[in-house]
């Protein structure tokens, strides 16, 4: 396994007496690209700007590339580059000059500005309006030269929080196959409420609910449990549900009309192939069969009601 | 590091026309007033030149001015810090600062030296009118430094205290009326201490005026540089504690 690029260990935060994170742990290795889901006001924000040194937690420890984070906070945010939810902007300067502003502040000598600079601007498709006054740019080009700022010194880590706000459909392919790009030789944390933007861009999600950390688990570990479960079937005729009470695999059968069917099988197994020989067999008209995925969303607030449920009992 | 936050700073500033309208109105004002002494020296000239060790060209014209100028950039600082951290606050781009590779003291001094550059300019145009007079005349080259040197002390301590109140406040104008009021004060502290046997020795030591006075009378004194190094620092010092105070809690 690659090295650690982020361990956090028991991390919490309070406002007051209001817990924000509470006893939360987990690291990022090398090429993976985790992704932060959670309600409003979960904490997703509150623990990322406690990674980038943005907020002292209240206990827990942040090890960046091997490195206490409040122990050598300098050392440390030198490998990181992080977008706020709201990019921090300078909008009276151009994009250009926004963007070498940056670059010095993270330390890049004078000679490679430019070349930095011109890098971030390719990949963030900015070159366009380089010389431009940011206050001017549209939210979602104002968003490109937020990314552009957090990946120009080529940090290890990449913190992004909701990176894909405000872009039109295209803009946000574009910055996920980025983020993918990126994602093979960076570790990338992004948050986002969007969890088809998870299911395309991540390799590692993590549900905060309240708080807590309520679930921690690969993209295929969860498209395995988004398997297919339900097939709907839709027939000309009225079936004889008895011929598939031979078939194991078949749990249940549920009748949402006199002619469409819901059948629930089990996760390991796919019955498609025996059902379509059998209706076609039997001449009932086969006029749909599709199997039903379980979504992301089903699947999120299944977790976050059954925590909430959790807590309340 | 500090150069660069600086650099921005002093930029952004003549971004807007607030640092040009600033520049203009400071320099129109001091021009009239400056008109208005070497009137009075032309005029007095006469009868000074009978006077045995009469006031040179430098104390009837060049004293007055820095100290006109000393009260009209009391007005005008508070208006320049202001913004410094609080905008940065409000508009969320304070984070890009703290989650860069800088200490909060590498921040607050790039911001201090940044406003401080553009306070220098200003007295840096105010130096200029004396030295027109070089013209047609002699200035008392010794008393004009003192009074420069005085001057930059007075903006450097301005600006400090307008930077921590910029560290306080949440609003900009917040920012702005605080550290004037607290300008004020300094200011005005010792004029108690003219009234006969009301008059305090911490109030007298505290007032920025005398300090000023001081050494604008040419002379240089521990004592009075001491007095505005240790102002400069205790503020600066406590706007950095206040930034750090920002991560720990909210």
């Known amino acids: 396994m690659s090295p650690l690029l982020i361990e956090a260990k028991n991390l919490s935060r309070y406002y007051d007496q ?14 993976e690209v985790l992704g932060f889901l959670g309600p409003n006001g979960a904490g997703k924000t509150t623990t990322m700007q406690m990674l980038c040194g943005n907020l002292a937690p209240s206990a827990g420890e942040i090890d960046i590339n091997g490195i206490d984070l409040l122990d050598q906070p300098r050392l440390a945010k030198q490998c990181l580059g992080y977008l706020p939810d709201t990019p921090p902007l300078y909008k009276e300067l151009t994009v250009d000059e926004f963007l070498q502003y940056c670059a010095r502040l993270h330390g890049i000598s004078f000679r490679e500005v430019s070349q930095a600079v011109n890098l971030a601007k390719d990949r963030c498709g900015l070159n366009d309006v380089a010389s431009r006054l940011i206050v001017n740019l549209s939210k979602g080009y104002q968003q490109r030269v937020g990314i552009a700022q957090a990946i120009l010194h080529t940090p290890e880590i990449i913190i992004l929080d909701e990176p894909t706000v405000g872009l039109d459909p295209i803009q946000i392919r574009e910055i996920r196959s980025l983020i993918k790009e990126l994602g093979s030789e960076h570790g990338i944390i992004l948050s986002t409420h969007i969890l088809s933007e ?92 599709t199997p039903i995925k379980k979504t992301m969303e089903d699947i999120f607030i299944n977790l976050t009601s059954e925590h909430n449920a959790e807590e309340s009992a | 590091m500090i150069f660069t936050i600086a650099a921005r700073e002093l930029k952004t500033l003549f971004l807007s026309p607030l640092a040009w309208s600033i520049l203009a109105v400071l320099q129109f004002i001091l021009a009239y007033l400056f008109l208005t002494q070497v009137e009075t020296f032309t005029s007095f000239q006469a009868q000074l030149a009978s006077i045995q060790n009469a006031p040179g060209i430098t104390d009837i014209i060049v004293l007055p001015l820095f100290s006109n100028a000393s009260i009209i950039l009391l007005l005008v600082t ?114 108690t201490a003219g009234i006969k046997g009301q008059g305090s020795e911490l109030f007298h030591y505290l007032s920025m005026l005398k300090h000023f006075q001081s050494i604008q009378s040419g002379l240089l004194n521990t004592l009075d540089i001491s007095y505005f190094l240790l102002f400069i620092s205790t503020f600066l010092i406590l706007s950095i504690r206040r930034l750090e105070n920002d991560r720990l809690q909210r």
């Not at chain 1, 209001?18 to 090429?31: E, I, P, Q, R, T």
């Not at chain 2, 145009?125 to 001057?151: Q, R, V, Y």
């Open chain 1, 198 to 289: 998870v299911q395309e861009s991540c390799s590692h999600v993590q549900i905060i609910n309240q708080g807590k950390l309520i679930l921690k688990e690969t993209i295929s570990g969860l498209n395995q449990r988004m398997n297919t479960s339900m097939i709907k079937v839709v027939t000309r005729s009225t079936m004889d549900l008895s011929v598939f009470s031979n078939i194991n695999s078949i749990s249940q059968i549920e009748n949402s009309s006199d002619t469409s069917y819901l059948i629930h099988h089990a996760n390991d197994s796919n019955p498609i192939e025996v059902i379509a020989e059998i209706i076609i067999n039997a001449g009932w008209g086969l006029l749909e069969l």
């Open chain 1, 18 to 31: 209001h817990c924000a994170v509470n006893d939360v742990s987990f690291s990022l290795a090398k090429g």
């Open chain 2, 78 to 191: 508070p208006l320049l810090t202001m913004r410094l951290v609080c905008e940065e606050r409000r508009n969320k781009t304070l984070s890009l600062l703290l989650s860069a590779p800088l200490s909060g003291t590498e921040i607050i001094l790039g911001k201090f030296f940044g406003i401080l550059g553009m306070l220098m300019l200003i007295v840096g145009l105010i130096s200029l009118m004396p030295l027109s007079l070089l013209i047609g005349g002699e200035l008392d080259t010794g008393k004009f430094l003192c009074n420069i040197l005085a001057l930059s002390l007075l903006v450097a301590a301005f600006a400090s205290i307008g930077l921590y109140m910029s560290c306080i406040a949440s609003h900009p104008t917040i920012a702005a009326i605080c550290s004037f009021g607290i300008l004020l004060l300094l200011w005005v502290l010792d004029w």
